[in-house]
């Protein structure tokens, strides 16, 4: 089945260390995207990308670092400089060559706890 | 800068009672798409509906629909008869028609169904 996969579904680390939340999409999506959740809030975007070996700083990108060098993956590194790591993380995919409104569409999420 | 505000943070209801969400938008663009997803208990995003600017036409799917009012920038939705079932956090979001063509999206409003 088509879908966008994200691994693992939790996720502990302790302060200090950086960690890579995967995401893989078989869509054949042109474009991919990194959302944050905090409790009580909406998703906001921390990368975004809209081909490969391409990405762009969201609105909250400080502290995370991607990459993009294959179409269905988009990896996240969370690094020790971001302040707040623990947070829900949600992948996006969306296709460009379907034209607007570019429906994005979403992975499970990883849930990061960083004690 | 696009913002949407969801202002009903918790809405409580009995089921079978009707329920309106709100949601308020602000953008310069004037090519734009609205966006309402579901998120139970899981976590996963759950896409309900999607609107681009110039169609204000009302949208009924069932128990659900959907009235945009480009007037007053405003794109509520409402459940008839609620159910246990659609006890989730519903966001609100927004997306240009160029440049990132990421979403905003509201803080949400948890609707929980009382059996």
């Known amino acids: 089945d088509g879908g966008i996969t994200q691994s693992p579904k939790y996720l502990f680390r302790k302060e200090g260390q950086n960690v890579t939340l995967s995401c893989e999409q078989n869509?054949?999506?042109?474009?991919m995207y990194w959302y944050r959740q905090d409790p009580g809030q909406g998703l906001r975007l921390i990368y975004y990308s809209q081909i490969v070996n391409d990405f762009q700083k969201g609105d909250i990108a400080e502290g995370y670092s991607v990459s993009r060098e294959k179409k269905e993956s988009f990896p996240l590194t969370v690094t020790s400089a971001q302040k707040n790591p623990t947070a829900f993380y949600l992948c996006?995919?969306?296709?460009?060559?379907?034209?607007?409104?570019?429906?994005?569409?979403f992975g499970p999420g990883t849930r990061l706890t960083v004690t | 800068a696009q913002k949407v505000t969801q202002a009903q943070t918790e809405i409580s209801v009995v089921e079978k009672e009707d329920v309106t969400l709100d949601c308020v938008y602000e953008?310069?663009?004037?090519?734009?798409?609205l966006f309402w997803y579901k998120q139970p208990p899981s976590g996963e995003l759950v896409f309900l509906i999607r609107?681009?600017?110039?169609?204000?036409q009302n949208e009924i799917s069932g128990r659900y629909s959907w009235n945009f009012q480009k007037s007053t920038s405003s794109f509520n939705f409402t459940i008839t008869a609620s159910q246990v079932v659609d006890s989730a956090v519903y966001f609100c979001a927004l997306s240009e028609a160029m440049g990132r063509r990421a979403l905003t999206f509201g803080s949400g409003t948890r609707l929980q169904v009382q059996p």
């Open positions: 609107r681009n600017s110039f169609d204000e």
């Open positions: 996006a995919s969306s296709s460009r060559q379907a034209g607007p409104p570019y429906e994005q569409y």
């Open positions: 953008t310069r663009d004037t090519t734009y798409y």
């Open positions: 869509l054949n999506h042109d474009a």
